[in-house]
Every structure is written in structure tokens, then in C-alpha cells.
């Protein structure tokens, strides 16, 4: 258990103490609580994650330059662990797809998946046919489609079967390395800097400007974000790839799956949807909390036996079997948290899942 | 009890610009004559029941005023002319209707669809309340333009009686509204294709193409058809309303690229092209591509539109075609015009008054708490 999560587990325990135990009502019910809540999830999950995303951008900025200058398979594993961590830190702040992160399209430009047309494939393809440079300079490269940026587009370039030899045989793919590499880091400091100097001060203060209603408002929109990252890990991270049978398993139906870091991503989802949940734990009955904390258990459980790469789990039925378990116990973990959240008037959107 | 949250955070320019725009409005309007109004809202609640729900609004509470439980979820409820009945109807691809009267809440007749067809949730009544159209599906015809308009006439017994149908000239009608000749019926053809074996999975997303048909309501013929643009032909155009001088406000649901920047809004006069605006990019970006409910204020020139998924309520000036403003409301779809703003109400259960000239919030507590695990649907209407 590290620092963050003992504190907030001990600021929940604090604040659930006060609560009333009538289901069907919220047992926080003085927006200075969630305020409380919202500003340690702010202070002690939001802005050093995304910090350290905007760290491992920087760094993966310096490995491409580095790789870039000397073109040699020992540099390219570099670069690739360097990718490998900024993937990482993306993970533990992919869920939150509100606020900064959706300014300027900053969260497709970050990552563009599922791309289920092909559209990165095809239009990477086309700008390293044509080799045009005009397009890489910072303001032009941020206009182009979020196809060519992005963590998927650099995968999809460091992972190619021949990566080494086509970097060596073709400069534009260093050119537009660097150039994507960049502009994940300046997404990254954008966001982070904009959470820092502006978003902070509207979560002390969430309704001031209009923003939000009040401070239970943005709440929600931390544990929506929660209960849709669960959500998309089982629909879109899951389902698609291990289908209905082992034969019909799609491993390119995966996440990450050139890097073979699919479940990595998963076990890094988990990690911080764990430590979300946490601490939020005094807004649900104590019964309930448990429920949720002892899924995420079990399901951390199932993930540490199980490898980061997804096709390495998708080699024998034994583990395909596990695949299917992950899957039950993801789906598990929806439904623990959507019978807390019933047992709360704490509704998540009724209209804006519609669609009508 | 009630609390009221103004906002600061608009544009200095585009709150002046608005505020004297409203000092320009007629002073006089239709929803200010209403002493005792009756809102009425299809709903459902946590226990999975849907509804039927009117309610009023007095000394700033919201009260119930009846209910009436329904097979499956409603998608609006649509009042005649007169605003003594009111009809309420299955959302896609659901197959009832339910009639009554907006007084008593006494339920008058339970219509299924005709055999083959499904409804959208809307339908709209003749000026002289004699008739009703529906839009509907033809869900066998998997090829063609399967949209219908059913025609419902009232019978001497005041029941209404399918008599007859015409084509909607496109897929997927949504809204229909009449226009002030009186004659002619706008229809908002959505583009997509539905099925009721496949419950509401969107059938032709790639070759969807939505429209705006203007037909005659006795000879069904078609007067006028408008397209979006090419590049924008995954918009789906779901709800509209229409002014006094015709202009129709139009809404949009883009079923392409999330982060592709699309005009959800529009106006369309007859005779010319739809005119979509745009927000500026930080507004419309978050918008989420989605629109729910779209209503001209009493003096016919201001338009909220309502987007749930983005948690706000969005306002625009249908003659300069500009975005006015945004303010925040969490899951809030049903909305109609009353007195000096607009009424809206949310999947939170709460009814909230906006009033345009103070930009001012005033959030209704409901009376006995009836809004306690009440889900308000997507749309609203006053009588």
C-alpha cells in the first residue's frame, strides 16, 4: 500500500464516521467534505500523475533524440523503454477525460483508440510516403490528424517489424518521431500546467465561475470517470479481444498490442481506479465500499498472475481461461460499484447515456 | 426554498450583448400569462418504473400533480393546440402511445402501433387538433426510405384513429412540428436506420443521410428537402422547434469522429440552405457531439439547446446565429420556455428556471421530495 493510498483511506475512514447510514441518500451532504475529497484526489492523484506523465514525455523527448543520434538496437530498446513509461503514466490518467484533457482535443491527440478504421495505419503511411517536413513544425503538426499523433502513432512506428532497419534506410521517420514525441510532451505540460494554475482553484471552488454547480457536481465527474474507465477496460479492452471462443480471440482487437503491453495498461488502470475509488470510499455505505475494495482486490490478484502482454496470455486455453476470468471479474467490479452508487443519490446520468 | 447561482464566468461582451438584446424583447409573452401551469415529462425512476409525471410550480417549489405509469420508457410528450390533451410517446423503437388530459391526468386511450411500424418518441397535433402525425418506422423496408408520418384522426368518440400514413422522404424521422401556415409539417429525418429484434443498435452509421423535409400535411407531398453538408452527413438532425417566422431551429446528434469539430446547432428558412453554427472551439469541444432537447424562447429569437453528455445548456442567438452562452446544468435534456427563460429539467431529478435577462439559475425543490430517484426524460412541455 503506498503513502497516497493509506492517507486517503484514512481521510475516507474520517470523514465516513460522520455519515448517516440511510441508503438511498447521500451520506455527504456539506459540499465543504467534497470539496475536501476532491482537492486530496487533486493534490495527491491528479497533478502527480500527470506530472510524471509530463516527466516520462520529456524523457521519451531525450531517448528519441538520443536514439535519433545514433542509430543502434541498444538505443532503440532505450527508446522504447522510455515509450513504455510514458505509456504507463498515460494509463494512470487515461480515465479522466474531463477538464484539461479535453481542451483542444488533447485527449485524442494523446491517444487515438480504438482506431477501429485503421485511419492511424493508413494516414502514418501517407505523410511517411510523401516525406513532407512542412507538416512537423509545432503549430502545423498539431493540426494534422490525431491519426499521425499521439502514443499509438509512435508505437505503431518504434514496433514495426523492421523498425531499426526503416529508421536507418529513411530519415523523415526520425523527423517524425521527434516531432510526435515533442508533441506529447507539450500535451502533457499543457495539461498538467493548466491543472496546476487554473483547474485546482475551481475545485477549491467549483461553482465560482459557473463551471460546476457545486463541489458534489465535480465529484461525480471524478466517479464517472471511474465508473467509465471500468466500463471501456471490460468493453473495449477486453470483450473485443477475447470474443466468444479461444479460436476467435483477436489479439489486434487489443489495446497496445504491437508493444505487447496491453495488460500492463490494465494493471495500470486498476492501480488507479483503486486509489479513486478510495478516496471516495466515505460517500458509500461501508458495506458497499468493501464490496468494490474487496473486488479490486481479487481482481489485482487475477492480473499478477497474469503477463503484460496480452497475446502471451492468449497462447494456451489454460490462459485464455484466466482471460475470461480478468473479464468476469472486471464486469464484477461494474457492478459493485454501480449497487454502491444506487445505494447512494449519487446518479452518474440518466440523459446523457441516452441516445435519443 | 430555493437557491439562485448567477453566473460570471460568460464573455463580458457576449453578456452585455445579450442583456440588451432582451431589453429589446416584447414585453409581453405567452408563458407569462400562465398562473397555473402544467409541466408534464415522461420519466423513469431508480426502481426501473417509467412514467407519466405533471407537475407545477408555486412559490418556487415543484408539485406533483399526477402520474401514470407506463409499459416502458416515454420519449416526449407532445400537448394539442389547446393544451387540454396530451400524448405521450414510446421512445425508439417502442410501439404505444398514451392519451390524456392534462387537467385531471385521466388516461383517455392506449394506442399500439400499427402493425410494421414503430414510433421515435414525437408527433404533433394539426392547428385545429382534429389530427395527429407521428413519425414512425417502417423497420422491414431495410433499403429504402422507411421513415413514415402516421396520421391519427380524431374520431367522434374523441378517440384518435390511424386513417393513413405518408412517406417521411428519409430514415429515421425523430421530430415533427407544424409550421406556422399551418399546412406544412417539418420533419427531422435522423438517417438512422433502427430495428426492434435489434433493439436500438444504429443499422447504417456509414451511409446515413439526414434531412430536413418540409411536406404537406393533407397530400404528403414533399416541398422542400435540405441536407447538411456532405462532410457533416453523420449528423443526425433529431429535434427542432420553429418560430413565429418560420426559421426552424434545428439539432444534432454526430455519430463520426469524437474529436471532428461539427455544428450540432442550425437554423433553416425555407427557400435557403441550413445555417450550422458553431461554438467557439473550447465550447464546442466539449460538447460531446450530442444535443438533446432544442427550444426557441417566447420572443422567438433566442435558442436553448440542451446537451446531457457535456452536463450543460447551450443558448444562441437564431437571427445573428451566434453562440450566446453556456451554462452548467448536470444531465439536463427536457426543456421549454417559460416566463422570461426557460424551464428545464434533468436525469437528477431536478427542475431548474434559467432566466435569460438576470442569467440567473433558480433550482425548484420538489414538493413531498417526488423527485427523490426520479430520472426526468428527454423532453419537456408546458400547458
Known amino acids: ?356 | 426554498m430555493s437557491s439562485s447561482i448567477k453566473f460570471s464566468a460568460i464573455p463580458r461582451r457576449s453578456f452585455l450583448n445579450l442583456a440588451l438584446l432582451l431589453a429589446a424583447r416584447p414585453v409581453f409573452s405567452k408563458s407569462q400569462q400562465i398562473e397555473s401551469p402544467v409541466f408534464l415529462s415522461a420519466a423513469s425512476d431508480s426502481d426501473n418504473q417509467h412514467w407519466v409525471k405533471a407537475f407545477t410550480v408555486e412559490n418556487e417549489q415543484i408539485k406533483e400533480l399526477y402520474s401514470h405509469q407506463l409499459s416502458e420508457r416515454a420519449h416526449a410528450v407532445e400537448l394539442n393546440n389547446k393544451a387540454d390533451l396530451f400524448v405521450a410517446i414510446a421512445r425508439r423503437p417502442g410501439r404505444f402511445m398514451v392519451v390524456g388530459e392534462v387537467q385531471s391526468g385521466r388516461i383517455l386511450q392506449e394506442i399500439e402501433a400499427t402493425e410494421g411500424r414503430h414510433f421515435y418518441g414525437h408527433g404533433v397535433f394539426s392547428a385545429d387538433d382534429e389530427y395527429f402525425y407521428t413519425t414512425e418506422s417502417a423497420y422491414e423496408d431495410l433499403q429504402g426510405d422507411s421513415g413514415r408520418i402516421g396520421i391519427w384522426r380524431k374520431s367522434v368518440a374523441g378517440k384518435l384513429e390511424r386513417i393513413d400514413e405518408f412517406p417521411s422522404h428519409g430514415v429515421g424521422p425523430h421530430e415533427a412540428l407544424l409550421m406556422p401556415d399551418q399546412e406544412t409539417l417539418v420533419i427531422a429525418n435522423g438517417g438512422i436506420r433502427t430495428h426492434p429484434d435489434q433493439e436500438r443498435e444504429k443499422l447504417n452509421i456509414d451511409s446515413m443521410q439526414p434531412s430536413l423535409a418540409y411536406i404537406d400535411r393533407t397530400t404528403g407531398e414533399l416541398l422542400e428537402q435540405r441536407y447538411m453538408p456532405a462532410e457533416f452527413h453523420q449528423a443526425s438532425i433529431r429535434h427542432i422547434d420553429v418560430n413565429a417566422q418560420g426559421r426552424v431551429a434545428i439539432s444534432m446528434q454526430f455519430e463520426g469522429e469524437p474529436f471532428m469539430q461539427v455544428p450540432l446547432v442550425a437554423t433553416h428558412q425555407r427557400g435557403e440552405e441550413i445555417r450550422p453554427m458553431l461554438a467557439p472551439e473550447r465550447f464546442q469541444s466539449q460538447l460531446e457531439q450530442y444535443i438533446g432537447s432544442i427550444r426557441y424562447d417566447d420572443s422567438g429569437r433566442y435558442i436553448v439547446a440542451s446537451c446531457p453528455r457535456a452536463n450543460v445548456l447551450t443558448f444562441w442567438d437564431a437571427e445573428s446565429g451566434d453562440f450566446l452562452k453556456q451554462v452548467r446544468a448536470r444531465d439536463a435534456c427536457g426543456v421549454c420556455a417559460y416566463k422570461d427563460g426557460f424551464l428545464y429539467s434533468a436525469g437528477t431529478g431536478q427542475v431548474c428556471y434559467y432566466d435569460l435577462a438576470q442569467q440567473a439559475i433558480t433550482t425548484y425543490v420538489a414538493d413531498d421530495d417526488f423527485t427523490h430517484g426520479l430520472f426526468w426524460d428527454n423532453h419537456l412541455v408546458v400547458a
Open chain 1, 1 to 356: 500500500m503506498n503513502k497516497y493510498f493509506r492517507k486517503l483511506l484514512a481521510g475516507s475512514i474520517l470523514v465516513l464516521t460522520g455519515g448517516q447510514l440511510v441508503f438511498g441518500q447521500n451520506l455527504i451532504t456539506r459540499d465543504e467534505d467534497w470539496t475536501s475529497i476532491n482537492l486530496t484526489v487533486t493534490d495527491e492523484l491528479v497533478i502527480p500523475a500527470y506530472q510524471n506523465l509530463e516527466a516520462r514525455s520529456m524523457a521519451l523527448v531525450g531517448a528519441t533524440e538520443n536514439f535519433c543520434s545514433d542509430l543502434n538496437a541498444a538505443n532503440l530498446l532505450v527508446l522504447k523503454d522510455a515509450y513504455l513509461q510514458s505509456m504507463a503514466a498515460w494509463q494512470a490518467v487515461q480515465h479522466i477525460q474531463f477538464g484539461p484533457i479535453s481542451y483542444f482535443n488533447w485527449n485524442y491527440r494523446m491517444q487515438y483508440w480504438p482506431d477501429e478504421r485503421g485511419t492511424s495505419g493508413r494516414q502514418l503511411d501517407a505523410i511517411i510516403a510523401a516525406g513532407d517536413e512542412a507538416i512537423l513544425s509545432g503549430n502545423s503538426f498539431a493540426r494534422q490528424s490525431v491519426g499521425v499523433q499521439g502514443l499509438p502513432a509512435l508505437e505503431r512506428i518504434l514496433y514495426a517489424d523492421s523498425a531499426l532497419v526503416e529508421f536507418q534506410n529513411n530519415d523523415y521517420l526520425c523527423l517524425l518521431s521527434a516531432t510526435i514525441a515533442s508533441n506529447i510532451s507539450e500535451i502533457s505540460s499543457g495539461v498538467t500546467q493548466r491543472w496546476v494554475d487554473e483547474y485546482r482553484a475551481l475545485v477549491q471552488e467549483p461553482a465560482a465561475d459557473g463551471l460546476y454547480e457545486n463541489a458534489e457536481d465535480l465529484s461525480i465527474d471524478f466517479l464517472k470517470a471511474l465508473q467509465e474507465s471500468i466500463a471501456k477496460i471490460r468493453d473495449l479492452k477486453l470483450a473485443p479481444v477475447i470474443g466468444e471462443t479461444f479460436n476467435a480471440s483477436r489479439n489486434r482487437a487489443a489495446e497496445s498490442w504491437r508493444s505487447e503491453n496491453s495488460l500492463a495498461n490494465i494493471k495500470n488502470n486498476i492501480d488507479s481506479l483503486e486509489l479513486l475509488f478510495s478516496a471516495y470510499m466515505a460517500a458509500f455505505h461501508e458495506e458497499d465500499g468493501a464490496a468494490v475494495m474487496s473486488v479490486f482486490s481479487e481482481l489485482k490478484q487475477i492480473l499478477n498472475d497474469l503477463p503484460d502482454s496480452l497475446s502471451a496470455a492468449l497462447e494456451s486455453e489454460q490462459q485464455y481461461a484466466q482471460l475470461q476470468t480478468l473479464y468476469a471479474e472486471v464486469d464484477a467490479l461494474h457492478e459493485a460499484l454501480e449497487t454502491a452508487l444506487k445505494n447512494t443519490d449519487l446518479y452518474l446520468g440518466f440523459n446523457s447515456l441516452d441516445g435519443d
